[in-house]
């Protein structure tokens, strides 16, 4: 059974630099695209970012630019580098992994379309 954990999260300041990381266990990573979103509190979970399969990466419109996703297949592991960190990205980061069919792509962000989610890491980012 495929297990992520995410962690790496934590209080900065705005500007400030934060690297997630999203650890599998239990089965490989490398067929799957992998998804980073988003909850902050009383909002609805978001996405944020997407790497495929052959690491074909995506971002959503507000992290353009801040955020880089990278994977390493032979750690299992995906990870977010957030730079230029600002207060509207205080939130719970979790990853998750794409459903078939196409779970090789990211096709959408819709949270339906992804499974497998971690707990998740606390991201703080004060004014």
């Known amino acids: 059974q495929l297990q992520l954990v995410e962690s790496g999260g934590d209080l900065v300041q705005s500007g400030g630099s934060l690297r997630l990381s999203c650890v599998a266990s239990?089965?490989?990573?490398?067929?799957?695209?992998i998804g980073w979103f988003r909850q902050a509190p009383g909002k609805a979970r978001e996405g944020v970012s997407c790497?495929?399969?052959?690491?074909?990466?995506y971002y959503v419109d507000s992290v353009k630019g801040r955020f880089t996703l990278s994977r390493d297949n032979a750690k299992n592991t995906v990870y977010l580098q957030m730079n230029n960190l600002k207060p509207e990205d205080t939130a719970v980061y979790y990853c998750?992994?794409?459903?078939?069919?196409?779970?090789?792509?990211?096709?959408?962000?819709?949270?339906?379309?992804?499974?497998?989610w971690g707990p998740g890491t606390q991201v703080t980012v004060s004014s």
């Open positions: 998750a992994v794409k459903k078939p069919p196409f779970s090789h792509i990211c096709l959408n962000y819709n949270t339906t379309h992804y499974t497998n």
């Open positions: 239990g089965s490989p990573l490398d067929s799957y695209a």
């Open positions: 790497i495929s399969r052959v690491a074909m990466t």
